[in-house]
Structures are given as C-alpha cells and as structure tokens.
C-alpha cells in the first residue's frame, strides 16, 4: 500500500444518508476475481485517493456487504447484479461507487438498440421503452438475442452500408467486427455462442466513418458531485490491437446541465444531450438502478451517406479508465474552493514510460496477462 499522507489533498467530510461513512472498501462479491493485475491496482489506488479526500478509514477488500454494515463506501469492479447478489445489506447511492442493475443484460451496450420487431426473442426484464425513448441519441441499430435475428438486423443495416457487429460484453474497443456483406455478417453471427447470445445479446449498428470519440458523464461520492465532457485516445496493445488508452476530461461541479455553461462547441453539446437522453432514458426503463458512476461512450462521424452523425456507443456504470481523471477533478475542486472547471486526463501505455512528475501511478509494471504496462493520471489546466 501507497501512503498518501503528503499529497496535497485538501480532505472534506463525507456523509451518507445524512450519517458519516465509517469507511471505503473494495467490494468483490462472492469471492469474483479482482480481474487483471493493473485493474486490481489501479482500484486500490482509487480507494485510497478516495479513503484521504473524503477522510474516512481505507477497510481493504470485503466480499459480503453484510459484513460491514450499511455506512461503508463500496467500490465493486464491476457493475452489480440483483439478480447475482446474495448479501441483505441495500446499497444506495451513499454506499455505492458505482452501478447496480436489476439483469445481467442491463449492465452491457445491449439496452442501447430495440429489437427488431415486437415478436423478436429477448430475456426477461427487458424494457422496449428505452429504445423508443433514446430516438436519435443511438446510431442507428439493434440488439439480438439469437443468430436468425442477429443476421436478420444486421441484412437490414447493409442495405444503406457496412455494419459493425459488437460483443456487448467486450471492453476497451475489443470485441468488434465491421460487415461489409452478407457472407462476412454470417461468418460473424455463426462464430457467436448461443449460449452467451441468449444470456447478454449482441449488437449490431451501422458503421461511421473517421469516428471520434466523446466521454460524458457524472460521478457522485459522499455528497460530491462532478460531471464532464471530454474525448478518449487509442493505442495499441501488446498483440498489435486497437484499444483504449486513456481520457481527457473537462469536469465541472453539478450535473450534467452544467456543462452547458462551458462554451463548447455544437457536436460536444450534441454529445451531452445524447448522453443526458440515454441517461434519462435507462432510468426510466430500468426504475430500480442504483448509479453513482455514469459514464458515456458517444460517438460522432459520417454514416454511408456522408451525414454528420452523433449518438451513444454504449454506458459503464462501474469505476473504468477514465475514474483515475475523475478523482483528480474531485482532488482539484477540495483543492481550490473557487475553482469552476478543471482538465485531468488518464493514460494508457502498453510498455514501460516515462510519467509526468506531478502523475499519479495508478500501474506501472508488468501485468502476467496484458504485458508491461503503465497507467496514470494527471492533472492538464
């Protein structure tokens, strides 16, 4: 464990349901792997930023929330499920840093498409709603539960041009194939396991050209709230693949409205409504979520016909890459009272690098799965 005693952060009471936190913990249910080595360090560091900006006692990792009563600040890797959950303790959105979702289904990219049609198979809990509420705020597309409508959605979507099919359970750009034909979409569809197209579904949506990619989203903690806008990068990993490699985020204290207030320009604000209606649009669809962590992937390029296209890729409802960012505008905002705005960034290298000295190290070293790798976070205005 790092010590944080001397690192500048001016700490702040926090509360929860009106009563102080006796604690932050890593949260990992009914004894799930923490994942890869640098996910299971950058989390830990995350806690602790966390354990000194809001002055509260840093437990390590509990598996049952039972265990710690129901005033302790949890960190889960990943978004929660009712339905896989065995502990009696409700977490809300004092105790959770985070998402919790009733199915399995909800916490993936698949609630971001309708089906194609009313008689179309899907799991229990489903919601059409959502689909018909985001309107535009998607690219055009949709989400299958078997083969024949996976193949079906994705012939309707060749016909005005190439398609991209999407694992909804992949991360980090992973996981995607684009279709230009129907054999190439077949080859795709049939590669699927029927098993996991059941359970989570797939995606399939029309494919944008020269794509750029926006990060909006809010995370509210102990009584603190920050939203932002800001746009990712890529890299290339250890097996010459495109993925994620980090954010840059301009965050604001408040809501999402408040962003408004930035000067930004129209495709950015375009992004913030997306990500507000599909915010608005999940809630409504799925009324139990408990949300602390939202964060939203949206995407703006061409489509086949050359139109300037802008709508919602997916969510994550869990801490993620960009949360090393977040906690350094939490950070700044304690810092300096008078502070309106802020810039912080995350970044993702597959190898050994160099780091600004003012960086916080979230991993620096070799990962047994991924490779060498360094993860950081830093403050840039």
Same mark, same amino acid.
């Given at each position: 464990?790092?010590?944080?005693?001397?690192?500048?952060?001016?700490?702040?009471?926090?509360?929860?349901?009106?009563?102080?936190?006796?604690?932050?913990?890593?949260?990992?249910?009914?004894?799930?792997?923490?994942?890869?080595?640098?996910?299971?360090?950058?989390?830990?560091?995350?806690?602790?930023?966390?354990?000194?900006?809001?002055?509260?006692?840093?437990?390590?990792?509990?598996?049952?929330?039972?265990? *710690?009563?129901? %005033?302790?600040?949890? +960190?889960?890797?990943?978004? !929660? @499920? $009712?339905?896989?959950?065995? /502990?009696?303790?409700? &977490?809300?959105?004092?105790?959770?840093?985070?998402?919790?979702?009733?199915?399995?289904?909800?916490?993936?990219?698949?609630?971001?498409?309708?089906?194609?049609?009313?008689?179309?198979?899907?799991?229990?809990?489903?919601?059409?709603?959502?689909?018909?509420?985001?309107?535009?705020?998607?690219?055009?597309?949709?989400?299958?539960?078997?083969?024949?409508?996976?193949?079906?959605?994705?012939?309707?979507?060749?016909?005005?041009?190439?398609?991209?099919?999407?694992?909804?359970?992949?991360?980090?750009?992973?996981?995607?194939?684009?279709?230009?034909?129907?054999?190439?979409?077949?080859?795709?569809?049939?590669?699927?396991?029927?098993? *996991?197209?059941? %359970?989570?579904?797939? +995606?399939?949506?029309?494919? !944008? @050209? $020269?794509?750029?990619?926006? /990060?909006?989203?809010? &995370?509210?903690?102990?009584?603190?709230?920050?939203?932002?806008?800001?746009?990712?990068?890529?890299?290339?990993?250890?097996?010459?693949?495109?993925?994620?490699?980090?954010?840059?985020?301009?965050?604001?204290?408040?809501?999402?409205?408040?962003?408004?207030?930035?000067?930004?320009?129209?495709?950015?604000?375009?992004?913030?409504?997306?990500?507000?209606?599909?915010?608005?649009?999940?809630?409504?669809?799925?009324?139990?979520?408990?949300?602390?962590?939202?964060?939203?992937?949206?995407?703006?390029?061409?489509?086949?016909?050359?139109?300037?296209?802008?709508?919602?890729?997916?969510?994550?409802?869990?801490?993620?890459?960009?949360?090393?960012?977040?906690?350094?505008?939490?950070?700044?905002?304690?810092?300096?009272?008078?502070?309106?705005?802020?810039?912080?960034?995350?970044?993702?290298?597959?190898?050994?690098?160099?780091?600004?000295?003012?960086?916080?190290?979230?991993?620096?070293?070799?990962?047994?799965?991924?490779?060498?790798?360094?993860?950081?976070?830093?403050?840039?205005?």
């Amino acid at each position: 464990m790092i010590s944080l005693d001397h690192v500048g952060i001016a700490p702040v009471p926090s509360f929860t349901n009106g009563f102080p936190l006796a604690g932050i913990a890593l949260f990992d249910p009914d004894g799930h792997s923490p994942g890869n080595l640098h996910d299971q360090h950058s989390r830990e560091m995350l806690v602790m930023r966390l354990s000194t900006l809001l002055r509260v006692p840093l437990l390590g990792s509990v598996m049952d929330a039972d265990d *710690v009563g129901p %005033d302790v600040l949890l +960190v889960p890797r990943d978004t !929660l @499920i $009712d339905e896989t959950m065995t /502990s009696k303790t409700k &977490l809300t959105i004092g105790t959770l840093l985070g998402g919790q979702v009733p199915y399995r289904f909800a916490a993936t990219k698949a609630i971001t498409h309708g089906l194609i049609d009313a008689d179309a198979v899907r799991p229990a809990g489903w919601s059409s709603s959502m689909a018909e509420r985001l309107g535009d705020a998607a690219l055009e597309g949709y989400t299958a539960f078997t083969a024949e409508d996976a193949i079906e959605a994705g012939r309707r979507l060749l016909r005005s041009g190439p398609a991209r099919v999407k694992e909804v359970c992949a991360r980090a750009s992973l996981g995607q194939t684009v279709v230009e034909n129907d054999a190439q979409l077949v080859a795709v569809i049939e590669q699927q396991d029927p098993r *996991v197209l059941a %359970d989570f579904g797939i +995606v399939i949506e029309e494919n !944008l @050209i $020269d794509p750029e990619t926006y /990060s909006v989203g809010s &995370l509210s903690v102990a009584g603190l709230e920050i939203s932002y806008v800001g746009d990712q990068r890529e890299t290339t990993d250890h097996k010459n693949r495109a993925v994620y490699g980090g954010s840059r985020l301009r965050s604001v204290r408040g809501g999402l409205d408040r962003l408004t207030h930035l000067g930004l320009d129209t495709e950015a604000v375009e992004a913030i409504r997306c990500a507000a209606v599909f915010d608005d649009a999940a809630r409504r669809a799925y009324p139990s979520m408990v949300l602390t962590r939202r964060n939203y992937d949206v995407i703006a390029g061409r489509d086949a016909r050359g139109q300037r296209r802008v709508g919602v890729l997916e969510q994550s409802w869990r801490v993620g890459g960009a949360t090393g960012a977040e906690i350094a505008a939490l950070e700044a905002f304690a810092r300096s009272p008078e502070l309106t705005s802020v810039n912080t960034a995350t970044v993702e290298v597959y190898g050994i690098a160099e780091t600004p000295q003012d960086a916080v190290i979230y991993f620096k070293g070799t990962d047994p799965v991924v490779g060498p790798m360094t993860k950081y976070a830093t403050r840039t205005a």
